[in-house]
């Protein structure tokens, strides 16, 4: 079957500010200089203030920010067995950055009715070993970060935010990553805010973190070539640095349209048996990284929508606390997370998609709620 509705096209996105980024890249070839150079510099300044934060480092992914936020601010102690708690749905990246910063990940279960991770059992989650919560701004919406944030300051927690899907979301006036101690975002090409390649940040109100995580990210050299850290290498380029520049100027406009596209969903679909996922507009700015509804018979009707041609996925097909890596004896089901793990699957979108192919993956999803 051929796809007549990807659930991705980034060439489309590409193609909308074309001449802007060939123009920022001959830039860069003019310059010469391809890795920490100016153009990274200005990134950072610009994307902290975006954030409404102070500062900002640029990495090279969204998974290497989470591990230097965790190892800068201290939170993850190599070979402590230091705790970190976060949601079971989430990429697989989320617990992989706890790992590789020598912590272990702890799962809490989420709320149904947001899917993001849920404060009450984040709370029963703590123990004496617990030094950070890592909560996730899944599908683009925004945890119930004062909760969340309360609860870390009871039991002194380091809060870092995984926004690598929520540029630009708001939550009460603030914007994402602006709530914790530092925030990790990425810049992988399907993200709001992609590149041409991998990138990454961490931002944060304290200097000193944003210094730290400058040192870890070049191999932990302070100074020059001089071994005092183990660091990681995990540098942004100048190349990408210069297009996420020209897309950050457009990022509120393009979150706008996902927002449209998704209340024409949200509208299609409200009489259908399909439960989505909706904020009211007043409390927060869901950025809808993803469209993601929940339908018993997740797989009857994506193959259906396949044979229309119309292309969805899961986000995710494994629940973190099942998987082998992080799977251990002491963490307890999370019956929220286990029920709706088998039922989500994304919709197509993003700013770029036509109201058109919208409203024609509406209609089919109607045209199977006729059939069953
Ligand atoms: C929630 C979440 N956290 C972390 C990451 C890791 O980002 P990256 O792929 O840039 O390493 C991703 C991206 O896949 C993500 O969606």
């Known amino acids: 079957m051929s796809i007549r509705i990807p659930f991705h096209d980034l060439k489309r996105q590409n193609e909308e500010i074309e001449q802007e980024i060939q123009a920022c890249i001959a830039g860069v070839l003019q310059k010469g200089i391809f890795i920490l150079g100016e153009e990274v510099d200005r990134f950072e300044n610009e994307w902290a203030e975006f954030c409404g934060v102070s500062t900002a480092a640029g990495v090279n992914n969204g998974t290497d920010a989470l591990e230097l936020a ?190 449209r596209f998704a209340a024409i969903y949200n509208q299609l679909l409200s009489d259908t048996s399909l439960k989505t996922f909706s904020v009211p507009d007043n409390v927060d700015s869901h950025v809808f990284h993803l469209y993601v509804v929940r339908q018993e018979k997740r797989e009857i009707l994506r193959r259906f929508l396949l044979s229309r041609g119309i292309e969805t996925l899961i986000h995710y097909p494994f629940l973190l606390h099942q998987q082998p890596l992080f799977r251990h004896a002491e963490q307890p089901s999370l019956p929220v997370a286990e029920s709706v793990g088998n039922e989500i699957f994304s919709l197509p979108l993003y700013a770029q998609i036509s109201r058109e192919e919208i409203q024609e993956t509406a209609q089919a999803i109607l045209e199977f709620e006729k059939k069953v």
């Open 70 to 259: 965790l190892t800068a601010s201290g939170a993850v102690r190599k070979g402590k067995q230091d705790e970190v708690i976060t949601s079971p749905l989430t990429a697989g990246y989320t617990a992989l950055a706890i790992v590789n910063a020598g912590g272990v990940p702890v799962f809490a279960d989420i709320d149904p009715q947001t899917l993001t991770l849920n404060p009450n059992t984040l709370e029963k989650a703590i123990t004496l070993r617990t030094r950070a919560v890592i909560p996730v701004h899944l599908y683009g919406r925004m945890c119930d970060m004062q909760a969340i944030c309360e609860i870390a300051y009871q039991y002194n927690l380091v809060v870092i935010e995984d926004a690598a899907q929520a540029h630009g979301a708001i939550l009460a006036g603030k914007r994402a990553g602006s709530f914790g101690e530092a925030a990790a975002f990425s810049f992988y090409p399907t993200k709001k805010l992609g590149g041409l390649g991998d990138g990454g940040a961490v931002i944060s109100n304290n200097p000193e973190l944003i210094d730290c995580v400058k040192i870890l990210r070049q191999g932990g050299h302070a100074a020059a070539m001089q071994s005092d850290k183990a660091g990681l290498n995990s540098r942004l380029d100048e190349i990408q640095a210069a297009i996420l520049r020209v897309k950050l100027r457009r990022l509120d406009e393009w979150n706008e349209r996902r927002r």
